[in-house]
């Protein structure tokens, strides 16, 4: 690989600490979470757990394999592979430079990412193409809004390593199938934005309609109509879309070649029967697209209004390449989880239950009887019997409310009369009846009662709750 380190503007020019100063805080102030950021509370929780193990689900059934990289990278990553005029490195990337003077970035993608550890791990001596996914935080200084964070989780699928437009189908069937699970209705939003071969004439066609219109424009894509001007077509400002509507359209410029690949890729999707829409404004807004480029937007999508896609993705054919590996193609897509967990909880009744439902609650009166408690818990847990408790409380009557509270079907009470005995009384939560057992047969005769000795096969024997009571005495 090159010496890319060489390249980095800045990279050896700074070695002193940077550490910004920030103004003391006031005097008795109450911590707070930064601007933009967000907890995954633990309601939160079995929306989270779910999608990732669908995720996770999908990508094994399609042979995708995860990687993790890091949060932290070379900034120059990001502006060498994503682009420097892009948004999210120009504006919203969280860059620093580090005790050792390097300059570092938080990354604001995941796609270059994936690209250099391909690079860096030689993948490219695996058979082709090389599947990946990841399901991770990003960051971006972008200004909060709805649906908008600082930090926020994507998942992710990268295809390296392969031209073929049936594999551009066969990924975009993923992110359709995803949403799918959710029961969202989803539509691919398609477009191509064509090659090194056939881009540079659609680019000059698109200025010279742009430079004709150039005072209508937003002070943003005045300034991108010299840099970057196929981002003029991604704006959201009013009187910018509203010039998109005459603007040449990517797909009456390509290239035999591109073209092929654009209808090679729609008759795969009709076979696959995966709803889309040619729509020409999907240009995306990274340096590293290269033919084909979509995004799944909700299918009620109301016309003309601002969209609030779901995720989306491209080919990127010269980024391995870009960033310093041989000549690869690729392609991928990035879906927010934040996005898809509001839309999932906007459109569904089902709740999605965090913790399970205690097979049995221990309740207890005195410290003689809670130590007795402990081991039998101790005992139940390795039966797989889900326990709950609350052992730092007194009073039986309130612990069973707790019982009842968190629909718990069992409780075992131990009280001084049954440490007296040597019992457990067993009380079904549901009708009140209670029973007294040996202390040393508990364990066995709540799995009885679970049914647990059969449905999972393994007995809970014996001598697990008389180890606990015998380590006891
Ligand atoms: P992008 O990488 O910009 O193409 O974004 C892909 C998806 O990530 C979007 O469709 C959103 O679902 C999600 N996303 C992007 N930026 C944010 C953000 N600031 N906050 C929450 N989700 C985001």
């Known amino acids: 690989m090159q010496n890319r380190r060489n390249e980095q503007p800045g990279r050896t020019a700074e070695k002193t600490p ?25 309601v939160d929780q079995p929306y989270w757990r779910r999608v990732s193990e669908t995720v996770q689900r999908l990508a094994e059934t399609h042979r995708f394999e995860r990687i993790d990289t890091p949060v932290l990278e070379e900034a120059w990553l990001f502006t ?73 989780w994507q998942f992710g699928f990268e295809v390296i390593g392969e031209t073929h437009p049936i594999i551009d189908a066969q990924l975009i069937l993923i992110a359709y199938q995803l949403y799918q699970s959710f029961n969202l209705p989803v539509r691919i939003q398609i477009n191509s934005i064509g090659d090194s071969t056939c881009r540079p004439l659609y680019l000059k066609a698109l200025t010279d309609y742009y430079r004709s219109r150039k005072n209508a424009l937003c002070e943003d894509c005045k300034k991108r109509l010299a840099r970057n001007p196929l981002r003029l077509l991604d704006c959201k400002a009013e009187d910018c879309r509203a010039l998109k509507v005459d603007a040449p359209q990517t797909v009456d410029h390509l290239c035999e070649d591109c073209k092929n690949h654009f209808v090679a890729v729609l008759e ?31 299918d009620d999508q109301p016309e003309g209004e601002p969209v609030q896609e779901l995720g989306g993705g491209g080919r990127y054919d010269g980024l391995v390449e870009q960033l310093g590996g041989r000549p690869t193609p690729g392609i991928g ?94 009380r079904d939560m549901e009708n009140g009846i209670q029973e007294v057992v040996d202390y040393q047969k508990a364990v066995v005769e709540v799995a009885k009662r679970l049914d647990r000795g059969r449905s999972n096969g393994k007995m809970a024997t014996e001598t697990t709750a008389s180890d606990a009571a015998h380590s006891h005495e």
């Open 333 to 426: 897509f990035a879906s927010g989880v934040e996005r898809l967990i509001s839309l999932w909880r906007e459109r569904s009744d089902a709740s999605v239950s965090g913790l399970p439902v205690p097979d049995v609650f221990i309740a207890q009166l005195g410290d003689p009887a809670r130590k007795l408690c402990l081991k039998l818990l101790q005992a139940l847990r390795q039966n797989n019997i889900i326990a709950a408790d609350c052992l730092s409380k007194d009073g039986i009557k309130a612990q069973l409310e707790a019982a009842d509270r968190i629909g718990a079907k069992y409780a075992l009470i131990i009280g001084q009369k049954e440490i007296m005995d040597g019992t457990v009384l067993i």
């Open 268 to 298: 795969y999707l009709d076979e696959l029967e995966v709803p889309y829409t040619l729509n020409p404004r999907i240009v995306r807004g990274l340096d590293y697209y290269t033919r084909t480029t979509f995004e799944i937007w909700p």
């Open 80 to 152: 060498r592979g994503v682009g420097k005029e892009t948004d999210i490195v120009e504006k919203e990337m969280f860059q620093f430079v580090d005790r050792s003077g390097d300059s570092i970035a938080l990354r604001p993608e995941l796609t270059a990412p994936v690209a250099r550890a391909y690079i860096e791990h030689g993948f490219v001596s695996q058979p082709q193409p090389v599947k990946l996914y990841y399901f991770c935080p990003l960051f971006r200084h972008d200004r909060p809004q709805a649906g908008r964070y600082r930090q926020f």
């Open 18 to 42: 940077t550490t910004p100063t920030a103004p003391a805080p006031k005097p008795g102030r109450t911590a707070g979470l930064l601007r933009g950021m967000k907890d995954i509370l633990p």
